[in-house]
Antibody, heavy 123, light 110 residues
Framework: EVQLMESGGGLVRPGGSLRLSCTTS????????MTWVRQAPGKGLQWIAS????????SYADSVKGRFTISRDYANSSLSLQMNSLRVEDTAVYYC????????????????WGQGTPVTVSS | QSVLTQPPSASGTPGQRVTISCSGG????????VNWYQHLPGTAPKLLMY???QRPSGVPDRFSGSKSGTSASLAISGLQSEDEADYYC???????????FGGGTKLTVL
């Protein structure tokens, strides 16, 4: 059974940092484009960042570019999101998701999702 | 404001057919495949439709998708109470070099 599980969410002050992780199981990690999507309270889904199956290609939303870093660890089949200079507007539930695709980030069909981890940025 | 435009709400009675629209532009819907998600609060979003009109395994054939030019739509026939959820369209945007989601449509089954 395919599973994605996020962790690392919590309460952080504005300007602070947080690192989210997403552990995966069930299929070959290196065959998937991995993605982070968030949903702020009362808002819709918002794409944050994607990383290709090989890690070669990475893309970020403008709202997080320069502050967030997506990375993947093949040894542990995990995905990470390092979030720095956090702002109140980064408060959201963060989901990791994946797409079976080789060598590209230009994908928007996310077949598997985690349950999400909440991040609250507040003073 | 979302790059892709969806109606904020839609409704129907059990058994009816409902259509949700998604409007975009040349750099997103016209150039790339559209995907649809069903999302219940507090749960993981679920891929409902990919590549405009393809249903993942397990999605009932009551759900169908289409795309024409810079617009796409999701149709749900034989509406059921369990279909009450938020629905999002999503695609790649070549100009933004990223994924864009619609603002979401809250479907109510009356």
């Amino acid at each position: 059974e395919v599973q994605l599980m996020e962790s690392g969410g919590g309460l952080v002050r504005p300007g602070g940092s947080l690192r989210l992780s997403c552990t995966t199981s069930g299929s070959s990690f290196s065959s998937y484009t991995m993605t982070w999507v968030r949903q702020a309270p009362g808002k819709g889904l918002q794409w944050i960042a994607s990383i290709s199956s090989s890690g070669t290609f990475i893309s970020y939303a403008d709202s997080v570019k320069g502050r967030f870093t997506i990375s993947r660890d093949y040894a542990n089949s995990s995905l990470s999101l390092q979030m720095n200079s956090l702002r109140v507007e980064d408060t959201a539930v963060y989901y990791c998701a994946r797409t079976y695709a080789l060598g590209v980030v230009q994908v928007a069909a996310f077949s598997d999702w985690g349950q999400g981890t909440p991040v609250t940025v507040s003073s | 404001q979302s790059v892709l435009t969806q109606p904020p709400s839609a409704s129907g009675t059990p058994g009816q057919r409902v259509t949700i629209s998604c409007s975009g532009g040349r750099s997103n819907i016209r150039s790339n495949n559209v995907n649809w998600y069903q999302h219940l609060p507090g749960t993981a979003p679920k891929l409902l439709m990919y590549n405009n009109s393809q249903r993942p395994s397990g999605v009932p054939d009551r759900f169908s998708g289409s795309k024409s030019g810079t617009s796409a739509s999701l149709a749900i026939s034989g509406l059921q109470s369990e279909d009450e959820a938020d629905y999002y369209c999503a695609t790649w945007d070549d100009s933004l070099s990223g994924v864009v989601f619609g603002g979401g449509t809250k479907l109510t089954v009356l």
